[in-house]
């Protein structure tokens, strides 16, 4: 009972470097979603997806691309990596309830 | 539009005593709300939610909430606070039907002190 699983788990990135963050869930959802989290803010969108081949903006796009070329893989691109994209940013799967990977910490020097 | 606020950032409680958070929302339209918990390194987890139905809502590790509708509240307690409930909340607002974005509070951080 995997659930929704993050690779990596942590990131160092310098400025202007790209990076894909994957993620993976096994329990044939639909919806799936990419969050970051910042003190004092909660959860913010970045983008979401309703189904395989689609995918939406959410609340904070700018400097994101998305993919979802299977319905169990759900993937956020920094194609050039800035400071203010230092955060912790979350995979979630499903609806009412969503469900929630552990994380991926992304520092960007 | 939706809207969530969670009325301080930071909660200390003794161990044994009694857990309140405070959540209020605002919504046009009868809303889906959600508490969420997250320990430190750790992804969201679900504590409850209310759909439709009794308004008194129990979940895991002995919370419960209530929804009430006439003061669009959704507060989170539990009777006697254990250390192990450290960790940070969030009250979350959506709505039924197609996707609705789910919207956070800002979150609580509880302390749970002997």
């Known amino acids: 009972n995997a659930g929704v699983t993050q690779t990596p788990k942590f990131r160092v990135l310098k400025t202007g470097q790209s990076m894909t963050l994957l993620c993976a869930q096994d329990m044939n959802h639909e919806y799936m979603y990419w969050y970051r989290q910042d003190p004092g803010m909660g959860l913010r969108l970045i983008h979401y997806?309703?189904?395989?081949?689609?995918?939406a903006k959410g609340e904070v796009p700018d400097g994101y691309n998305v993919s979802r070329l299977k319905k169990q893989n759900f993937l956020l691109g920094l194609e050039s990596a800035a400071p203010s994209q230092t955060s912790v940013y979350f995979c979630a799967s499903g609806q009412q309830p969503q469900h929630f990977g552990d994380g991926t910490r992304l520092s960007i020097l | 539009a939706q809207s969530v606020t969670q009325l301080g950032s930071h909660v200390s409680v003794s161990e044994g005593a009694l857990v309140l958070l405070r959540c209020n929302y605002s919504s046009s339209v009868p809303p889906y709300l959600f508490w969420y918990v997250q320990y430190p390194n750790q992804g969201l987890q679900l504590l409850l939610k209310?759909?439709?139905?009794?308004?008194l809502v129990k979940g895991i590790n002995g919370f419960e909430a209530e929804f009430k509708k006439s003061e669009t509240s959704f507060h989170l307690t539990k009777p006697s606070a254990h250390m192990s409930d450290a960790a940070e909340y969030f009250c979350a607002v959506t709505r039924s039907g197609g996707y609705n974005k789910l919207i956070f509070g800002a979150g609580t951080r509880l302390a749970v002190h002997p």
């Open positions: 997806s309703v189904g395989e081949g689609t995918t």
């Open positions: 209310y759909t439709t139905g009794a308004t």
